[in-house]
């Protein structure tokens, strides 16, 4: 199995900034991507930022310009660095793998247990 542990939330006036960092453990054969979806109340979840194997990344249109999502030094890592932040993205916000177990097994997404961000004055 794969476990994600998540870190960096909290509660951030508008304007400011926060790092959220997911580490992946277990045992992984592969890691296909990375990335962050959130889900505010009443809301369906979606994506936010995700990072693939080779680097690119996509980015929800609305963070553009403020967030980026980058591999951490270790492999199973992945932080989003969030500026600038409003209002509406206050959320709880998911780390995702999308990594497969053995060279033989399909891959699939795996999620961590969220993270609370909120943005208030």
């Known amino acids: 199995q794969v476990q994600l542990a998540e870190s960096g939330g909290g509660l951030v006036q508008p304007g400011g900034s926060l790092r959220l960092s997911c580490a992946a453990s277990?045992?992984?054969?592969?890691?296909?991507?990375m990335g962050w979806y959130r889900q505010a109340p009443g809301k369906q979840r979606e994506l936010v930022a995700i990072?693939?194997?080779?680097?690119?990344?996509t980015y929800k249109n609305s963070v553009k310009g403020r967030f980026t999502i980058s591999r951490g030094n270790a492999d199973n890592t992945v932080d989003l660095q969030m500026n600038s932040l409003k209002p509406e993205d206050t959320a709880v916000y998911y780390c995702?793998?999308?990594?497969?177990?053995?060279?033989?097994?399909?891959?699939?997404?795996?999620w961590g247990q969220g993270t609370q961000v909120t943005v208030s004055a």
């Open positions: 995702n793998v999308d990594a497969a177990l053995t060279s033989s097994t399909r891959r699939r997404d795996y």
């Open positions: 990072i693939g194997i080779g680097g690119s990344t």
């Open positions: 277990g045992s992984i054969f592969s890691i296909y991507a």
